[in-house]
């Protein structure tokens, strides 16, 4: 079986989690082989130079781009195309359907018709907007012109069949997965925080902002660690500054070290109003961290059995009180983070979610493909 990932952005949630597939497949001796179609990724999951074959389509009028894409995928002749964002799956469907099945991931709704599916927060009062509205239009298309639709949550694939229509028939469920870091529960209480992602409206990182604000109030030997970078950087770092606690958060960038960073940090943070599957939210369950996240999406699913804490989205107060929880008892975060390591393991790991898909993949080819 020859598998063709396909991407049409650099970086992102959709890229890492295809270059840790990639190369769990490529370390696997019995297969299938797969290429990653696209441009070169920015990731800390890793390098998939030989498996690369760089193609950038970067609109969806980028017609350059859709003819080069065509002809690497004639060149490849892959069994099955797997598209891995929006722009993708639109690009596929309709140069490779017919040929070879295709299978796409549905990773996010976008923040503007967050309202029908996030069910809280901030976004659920916002109305969905006329250009929400005819992407979801296009993807209902799309998801009924290719073979296969995964959803990486149960909260997705229950917004996929109730808001889009999409019948049982082309949806399946594969949550995500990543390479997981060595394990480090810290040994006491917490006093690293840290968050993973764009500075984009939807992570809210300036929630967390506000909330380790009133965290450090009375707290010595508190820190915040931001990873990522966005346009509402420059605001947070404002808000830092007013808040009298810039010397105690660090701005790193975007970063592709994050496995390191996460071992010198204690707990992660994820005060996200939009969310699917978060990749970011599982390398930290991974990695051990006490983990704080927002009941929006799947994020539930990932911390709702006890493997952290939730809290309601947009509320600075509430993600204050759980990270002061997780700062004030000696043993409330090392017990989180070792139940977090054990569910990241048992039902998040890169080798489990290849597993699946290659079990999916399977049952779209004739056999001994």
């Known amino acids: 079986m020859k598998v063709a990932f396909v991407l049409t952005q650099d970086r992102g ?120 509205r005819a992407v979801l239009a296009a993807d209902a298309l799309v998801a009924r012109l290719t073979s296969i639709t995964i959803a990486p949550s149960r909260a997705m694939a229950d917004f996929l069949r109730r808001r889009l229509g999409l019948p049982a028939s082309k949806l399946r469920m594969v949550p995500n997965g990543v390479a997981l870091p060595p394990a480090r529960p810290p040994t006491g209480s917490a006093r690293t925080f840290i968050s993973v992602g764009t500075f984009a409206p939807a992570k809210a990182t300036g929630v967390a902002v506000d909330a380790f604000a009133c965290l450090a109030r009375g707290r010595s030997g508190v820190r915040l660690v931001l990873v990522g970078d966005g346009l509402e950087r420059p605001e947070c770092e404002r808000k830092a500054a007013r808040r009298g606690i810039d010397h105690l958060v660090e701005f790193t960038g975007y970063r592709t070290d994050v496995p390191t960073l996460l071992a010198r940090a204690d707990s992660f943070v994820l005060p996200s109003v939009n969310e699917n599957c978060p990749l970011a939210l599982i390398e930290a369950m991974g990695a051990g961290l006490a983990c704080v996240g927002s009941g929006v999406g799947g994020v539930p699913e990932l911390l709702g059995d006890g493997s952290g804490l939730l809290v309601p989205p947009g509320d600075p107060k509430a993600l204050a009180g759980a990270m002061a929880r997780l700062a004030d008892d000696e043993a409330l975060a090392p017990a989180l983070g070792r139940a977090a390591a054990a569910t990241a393991r048992r039902r998040f790991s890169v080798s489990a979610c290849a597993d699946a898909h290659q079990r999916l993949w399977s049952t779209l080819l004739p056999p001994g493909r």
């Not at 639109?90 to 996010?108: F, W």
């Open 13 to 132: 949630g959709p890229v890492d989690l295809t270059v840790s597939l990639a190369r769990e497949f490529a370390g696997r001796p019995a297969g299938p082989e797969v290429v990653v179609i696209g441009p070169a990724p920015v990731t800390s999951a890793g390098a998939v130079d030989s498996l690369l074959r760089p193609t950038w389509v970067r609109s969806k009028t980028d017609h350059r781009g859709a003819r080069e894409l065509r002809r690497v995928l004639a060149a490849e002749a892959p069994d099955l195309v797997h598209a891995q964002d929006r722009r993708a799956a639109l690009m596929t469907a309709t140069i490779a359907r017919g040929r070879v099945p295709v299978v796409s991931t549905y990773h996010g709704v976008p923040d503007d018709a967050a309202r029908l599916w996030v069910g809280q927060g901030p976004l659920a009062a916002r109305p969905t907007s006329p250009r929400a």
